[in-house]
Nanobody, 130 residues
Framework: QVQLVESGGGLVQAGDSLIISCAAS????????MGWFRQAPGKEREFVAA????????YYRDSVKGRFTASRDNAKNTVYLQMTSPKPEDTAVYYC???????????????????????WGQGTQVTVST
């Protein structure tokens, strides 16, 4: 049974830094691309960042480029999202998700569609205060 567990969320001041993590179990982690999504109150869930199964490619939504960094440690079955200079508009529940490796799709941009993902975590709340 695949399980994704996010951690590290909390209250952070705008301009500070925060790292959230997602620990995976029940799957061969290195065979999965990983994505980060978020959902703010009253809004649809949206793509934030993705990292390819091999870890050598990442992709971000425009509003977080240059501020957020996705990384993974395949030895620890964990994916991370480092949030630097967060803004109040980054406040949301953050979810990680796992997408199985697909032949021919080796780039993180291939992980943008929500339909690629087969497993989702329960989410961790990130609140950015002014």
């Amino acid at each position: 049974q695949v399980q994704l567990v996010e951690s590290g969320g909390g209250l952070v001041q705008a301009g500070d830094s925060l790292i959230i993590s997602c620990a995976a179990s029940g799957l061969t982690f290195s065979n999965y691309g990983m994505g980060w999504f978020r959902q703010a109150p009253g809004k649809e869930r949206e793509f934030v960042a993705a990292i390819a199964w091999h870890g050598r490619d990442t992709y971000y939504r425009d509003s977080v480029k240059g501020r957020f960094t996705a990384s993974r440690d395949n030895a620890k079955n964990t994916v991370y999202l480092q949030m630097t200079s967060p803004k109040p508009e980054d406040t949301a529940v953050y979810y990680c998700a796992a997408a199985p490796k697909v032949p021919g799709k080796i780039y993180a941009v291939d992980l943008v569609p929500t339909g690629r993902y087969v497993s989702w975590g329960q989410g961790t709340q990130v609140t950015v205060s002014t």
